[in-house]
C-alpha cells in the first residue's frame, strides 16, 4: 500500500515516541498530569502536523515554497499546543 511508505511510518514513530515522554515523565513526578484525552488530542495534532507537512513535501515542487508552507504549519501547531497549554489567547480551550 503506498500510504505506509517509510515517511509515514517515521512519522507515526516519531508521534508515539513524543507522546512517551510525558507518560514517563508521569511515572515519576506529579507535575505532569496527562489525562487520555490530552494524549488523544496531543496524537492527534502532532500526527496532523506531521502529515500536513508530508503533503506539502510530495505536491509542491519548488523548495522555497516547501519551506515556507511547513514553517506555518508548525507555526500553527505550536500556537494550538501553546493555547491548549496554557491559553495564550483566552479561548475555551485554554488550558488550566
Known amino acids: 500500500m503506498a500510504i505506509f ?4 511510518k517515521l512519522i507515526v ?15 515519576f513526578t ?4 496527562w489525562t487520555a484525552a490530552d494524549f488523544v ?17 510530495r505536491k509542491i515542487t519548488n523548495a522555497k515554497s516547501r519551506i ?3 514553517i506555518i504549519i508548525l507555526s500553527a501547531f505550536l500556537l494550538v499546543w501553546a493555547e491548549l497549554a ?4 483566552g479561548t475555551p ?3 488550566q
Open 41 to 57: 488530542v496531543m496524537g492527534l495534532l502532532l500526527l496532523g502536523t506531521g502529515l500536513a507537512c508530508e503533503l506539502v513535501l
Open 68 to 70: 515556507i508552507l511547513c
Open 5 to 8: 511508505n517509510k515517511r509515514f
Open 30 to 33: 506529579d507535575e505532569v498530569a
Open 93 to 95: 480551550f485554554a488550558g
Open 86 to 89: 496554557v491559553g495564550i489567547f
Open 13 to 27: 514513530l516519531a508521534v508515539a515516541l513524543l507522546l512517551l515522554i510525558p507518560f514517563i515523565a508521569m511515572q
